[in-house]
């Protein structure tokens, strides 16, 4: 059986055709300006990737969705960084462009953490705390084995977690692409290559990020006290300059001393590691439909 995972995201929408959960065709696309040309995108999408394929194989379609969805996941509540997502019924719209295949929603980065705890370092963990870096910060979080909705469906938007009330800056705002953009005039791209020319601003900016993206964690790990932390999206390639300022403040922030350990790794998934959750998705309700 096949199943079709899509990943939107801030600039862009990647897709996933995945049998026995691994991805045998993909696709990206930028992200259409309005919510008419997404639907196009999607239904040409799911032509070309399933051009061939008998309809009896095709076990439905998984969407990951940037921003807050309600808790029957069938509509977008607020998506801060796609307007005109916003108030959307998308389960309905969904079902009208595609009739015949079933359809489930879940935020998008609920998705990277279900394909984590599926084939990824999650895999064997049972209390995780997944974020994803990019233009901002989405996060998602694994709590005695289950990936966590809240009450009202908009658990895991730890990005918005105030660090600095004196200036009302939030965790994206310090330890996202927004950082890096107000700092340095430029963004994570850019700024990756200034660091590999050896400019020592970009190296002082980006190891700024880490000991503030390490408050953050260290706030998420005296609330949820995890297994480990992880940590992907389009930031995350500069792991190697990250990781030694979220460890400085982990040291100085956490409070019980074996959680000063806690381990933070840094995805393997790689850019469509969401589209897989999303198509992974079919998989966990056929199995909770069976339990």
Excluded at 71 to 77: A, D, E, G, M, T
Excluded at 146 to 151: H, Q, S, V
Aim: glycine letters at 12%; proline letters at 3%.
């Amino acid at each position: 059986m096949y199943y079709l995972g899509f990943d939107i995201g801030a600039s862009s929408v990647k897709a996933a055709l995945v049998c026995d959960q691994k991805i045998v065709k993909s696709e990206t696309s930028d992200l259409p300006f309005d919510l008419a040309g997404l639907l196009k995108i999607f239904k040409e999408i799911f032509k070309r990737l399933t051009a061939g394929l008998p309809q009896e194989e095709i076990g439905g379609l998984g969407f990951g969705w940037p921003g807050v969805l309600d808790l029957s996941r069938q509509k977008i509540i607020k998506a801060p960084n796609v307007s005109y997502l916003d108030d959307q019924p998308l389960g309905e719209l969904l079902a009208g462009q595609f009739p015949n295949q079933i359809i489930v929603l879940e935020h998008d980065v609920n998705c990277f953490l279900l394909a984590e705890k599926t084939v990824g370092q999650a895999k064997d963990l049972k209390n995780v705390v997944y974020l994803t870096l990019g233009s901002g910060i989405g996060g998602a979080l694994l709590v005695s084995g289950e990936i966590i909705k809240g009450a009202h469906g908009a658990a895991g938007e730890v990005g918005h977690m105030i660090i600095d009330l004196s200036r009302q800056l939030d965790l994206e705002a310090l330890a996202s692409n927004k950082f890096i953009l107000r700092e340095l005039g430029v963004g994570s791209r850019e700024a990756e290559q200034r660091l590999e020319a050896g400019d020592e601003a970009t190296k002082k900016v980006l190891e700024q990020l880490g000991r503030n993206l390490g408050v953050g964690l260290a706030n998420l790990i005296n609330i949820l006290d995890p297994e480990a932390i992880i940590l992907g999206g389009g930031i995350s390639s500069l792991a190697d300059i990250l990781r030694p300022g979220i460890l400085e403040s982990l040291k100085t922030w956490v409070l019980a001393p074996a959680a000063k350990e806690t381990p933070v790794l840094f995805s393997q998934m790689g850019k469509l590691g969401g589209a897989l959750g999303a198509a992974l998705l079919l998989l966990a309700q056929e199995a909770a439909g069976q339990s």
